[in-house]
């Protein structure tokens, strides 16, 4: 059975050597994949091999749905980074444009909206 716990996922553990484990993604940095658990599907996202993100989703369809939306946010992350997007610049202009910009709290992983921007 796939392995729910998450200590079990450690360095070496590789879901694509499970016979039960079907491919529901692949691509040049991530592939995903996923079992039936007969109740629910569980499914896991590599980037170069290593995990980087877990769901459940209730059907095979809705599995590969999910992996596709989480697996399109990581490469849009992924360009951001590589393109040099300056973030602070970008919001600077958007404050002055008098369109208000979100807030990044440092260190935490949620985004708080500016006063100008409610």
């Known amino acids: 059975m796939f392995s729910l716990d998450f200590e079990a996922r450690g360095e070496g553990r590789d879901p694509a ?17 996923g079992r039936d658990l007969e109740y629910m599907w569980h499914w896991e996202i590599l980037r170069d091999g290593e995990f980087v993100q877990e769901g459940c989703s209730l059907s095979e369809r809705s599995a590969r749905e999910a992996v596709a939306l989480v697996v399109r946010f990581f490469e ?38 500016g006063k100008d921007n409610p």
């Open 76 to 113: 849009r992350q992924d360009c951001a980074s590589a393109s040099g997007v300056n973030v602070d610049g970008i919001r600077n202009l958007l404050r002055d444009a008098g369109l208000g910009a979100p807030e990044v709290v440092r260190g935490a992983e949620s985004v708080q909206r």
């Open 17 to 33: 050597a499970d016979p039960n484990a079907m491919l529901l993604h692949a691509s040049t940095l991530y592939a995903a994949y």
